[in-house]
């Protein structure tokens, strides 16, 4: 019957899978008065958890790969004699498709060969911003499979026409857009199109609130769906299930459970963003890494109609891809606008009374897209100044102060465009071939050489445009954002959700790396117990080509946001939409594959009821 791992189904589920398939639903009205079941007969089915892009890569790619397997067989065995009857199914809590994918405001990366990119350097770029925690077999997919991701998405009619440069990268290799909506809008909606011209089909407002195993297989979940008032409880029976349901950072309680200090930082996530992957995830054994590295965004817009909010609008790092600057409460530059998310906070962090500004020339402006500029401005975010002279006036800082940081800055850039390139420098394979907990060792970085012959003094070295002191510049009051949760459902590079792993008494024992201690019983606690370098603070080899035997849970695949084990420490900007995208596919393919090799083996033991 259907359970969850290790524990006893609280309901007798058995009906629901036994032969002939049929599941039994529940309608339980608004007045709390139970309908009689409805039966139906259960075709073999695939099912996506989340409506984002991650989601709608899956659900695309597993409609694609489907026929296609149908048509060839798997491996030596004769191919189907007839079509295989499998529905694809897309869940999304809310009323619209779309999630965080649709807010994404920056771009998407691919390895960019005609700027003298490479395969080796976009990897090294990756593994560097993950700080030894990212699973290299994994940045090795994601960066191998980049070019036909942005392929996927432009032959469904996405506009990627301009490309720029995002803080951490050695160069440009950005995919964005040049005008009109911002790029996670209209990807999604290219996206969705394409949804609807195949044979997926799509329920809202429908949660997911289990995930149902037998004998350690996928077998379905258990949903609750809300239509007209009434709230429709019942179990869904499946074969492959897709997880894609993002990450955590709205939910307040898991946040300050796992990283106090990010708690009370405001995000910029709609209410989606809960996390329901990781205690459905739990409950059945599957491993989880990485929760307690939470990616704090430079830059939140301080709406000044609202500065309390909880909720800021972000402030795309596109902003200072195609120039903006940040400036204190001095006057003063104070860092690298380019360099990774993580260094980016911490320096603004400490700068004096906490207040930073982002300055944004208008040559800055049209290369963004003066039409999303002139919105941000009619929201009140951005201030537009007629020079400098008024930009200081409008952040209350030195004129003078600020003045001469702006020419240093523009000499610097002047010295930089004149400067030789410099040459990557190759990752080291061995400094990438273990996770280490970073409590106890200190990996050498991975880093690509970006010092010019000039440098600037902080550092940077691409300078998209200089700073003109006598035109047209846009201010905005920004904070750190919580933007991003690095860990979830770890995952192999076939998009597999991985068991969890068992953990020494020793180990489990050891103290966390955070700025307090989970309380023994909170979620913390439990939640905590998987990933080596929170609380196990041991070295633990993770290679794709030596894969645990019975290491996997059959039938469960995760991508985007809700997996883990990608991004490690810090997600390089424009690799959340690209993960999407080659993880999504990859899981939609692996649970194509894996539903025909189920119905194979049903045809081969002469029973269609769903016995494994």
Not at 188 to 215: C, F, P, R, W
Not at 220 to 240: H, K, T, Y
């Amino acid at each position: 019957m259907f359970a969850r791992s290790g524990t006893s189904a609280a309901t007798s589920l058995a009906s629901a899978i036994n032969a002939p398939r049929t599941t039994c639903t529940r309608v339980v009205q608004a007045t709390g008065t139970s309908n009689p079941p409805t039966i139906k007969a259960e075709p073999l089915r695939i099912v996506v958890i989340g409506g984002g892009l991650a989601g709608l890569s899956a659900a695309l790619e597993a409609s694609h790969a489907q026929s296609d397997l149908q048509q060839r067989g798997r491996g030596a065995r004769a191919p189907c004699q007839r079509p295989v009857p499998v529905e694809i199914l897309v869940l999304d809590k809310m009323a619209r498709l779309g999630g965080n994918s649709a807010k994404a405001s920056s771009g998407i990366n691919a390895v960019n060969t005609g700027a003298g990119d490479s395969a080796a350097r976009f990897q090294a770029d990756t593994l560097a911003s993950g700080g030894g925690l990212s699973k290299p077999e994994l940045v090795e997919v994601l960066v191998r499979d980049s070019p036909s991701a942005i392929e996927f998405l432009t032959d469904m009619g996405a506009a990627l026409d301009s490309i720029t440069t995002l803080g951490g990268h050695s160069l440009g290799r950005t995919r964005t857009v040049s005008s009109g909506a911002n790029v996670g809008a209209g990807v999604m909606k290219a996206a969705y199109h394409a949804l609807l011209a195949s044979t997926v089909t799509v329920k809202e407002n429908t949660q997911v609130k289990e995930i149902l195993l037998e004998d350690g297989h996928v077998a379905g979940v258990r949903i609750s769906a809300s239509s007209g008032g009434c709230v429709e409880d019942s179990v869904l029976p499946c074969e492959a299930l897709i997880v894609a349901s993002g990450g955590f950072s709205a939910n307040q309680d898991l946040l300050k459970s796992l990283k106090p200090s990010c708690a009370d930082l405001p995000t910029t996530n709609g209410p989606w963003a809960t996390g329901d992957s990781v205690g459905m995830g739990q409950a059945i054994g599957a491993s989880l890494i990485d929760l307690d590295q939470i990616q704090i965004h430079p830059t939140g817009f301080v709406d000044p109609s609202n500065p309390s909010s909880p909720s800021k609008f972000l402030a795309p790092e596109k902003l200072r891809g195609v120039g903006g600057v940040l400036i204190n409460s001095l006057g003063r530059r104070f860092v690298n606008e380019l360099t990774t998310r993580d260094a980016v906070v911490g320096a603004m962090m400490r700068q004096p009374g906490g207040r930073v500004y982002l300055v944004l020339p208008h040559t800055a402006a049209v290369s963004y897209g003066l039409p999303a500029i002139q919105f941000y401005v009619s929201k009140g975010l951005f201030q537009q100044a007629s020079n400098l002279n008024d930009a200081a006036s409008l952040m209350q800082v030195d004129a003078q102060s600020l003045e001469q940081d702006v020419r240093a800055y523009n000499e610097a850039a002047a010295a930089a465009a004149i400067a030789p390139t410099p040459a990557p420098v190759a990752a080291s394979p061995s400094a990438t071939a273990t996770r280490q907990c970073p409590d106890t060792v200190s990996p050498a970085p991975l880093r690509t050489n970006r010092t010019p012959a000039i440098p600037d003094v902080y550092g940077k070295a691409l300078f998209p445009t200089p700073l003109d002191v006598y035109g047209t510049l846009y201010v905005a009051h920004v904070v750190p954002t919580v933007h991003y949760t690095m860990g979830g459902l770890e995952i192999n590079s076939h998009a597999q959700v991985m068991k969890a792993r068992v953990v020494a008494a020793a180990a489990a024992a050891a103290p966390v790396a955070d700025d307090a201690a989970p309380s023994p019983g909170s979620p913390a606690a439990s939640l905590t117990s998987n990933p080596p370098h929170v609380g196990e603070c041991q070295p633990v080899a993770l290679t794709a080509s030596q894969p645990d035997p019975g290491a996997v849970i059959p039938g469960l695949y995760a991508a985007g946001e809700a997996a883990g084990g990608l991004h490690g420490k810090n997600r390089l900007g424009g690799n959340s939409l690209l993960e999407c995208v080659v993880f999504g596919r990859i899981a939609g393919r692996e649970a194509a594959a894996h539903v025909l090799h189920v119905y194979e083996q049903q045809q081969y033991q002469g029973n269609s009821g769903g016995q494994r």
